[in-house]
């Protein structure tokens, strides 16, 4: 089962799972608070959280824009 250290803006967490990256990142937009911002992006990587200046050429970067429409969130 893959471990993901996903990670935009203040929202850090890891997450273990048998779903692919954009999925477990939907997940993860339930695990916001009042107190937590995102970025651009959301950076999924398998060895540590990563951000624009330490994304690795297999860091998983996908739009929040993206993954806010898949889950069925409106982007504000």
Known sequence: MP???ISSGSLQIIY??????INACCDMLDELNEHDT?????YVDER?????VSAQ???RVIETEHIM?????DAE
Do not use: I, S, V
């Open 3 to 5: 471990k993901y250290y």
């Open 16 to 21: 273990n799972t048998q779903k692919d990256p």
């Open 48 to 52: 540590g959280f990563r951000d624009y």
């Open 38 to 42: 995102l970025d651009e992006y959301f």
């Open 57 to 59: 050429p297999d860091t």
């Open 69 to 73: 429409t898949l889950a069925g969130w």
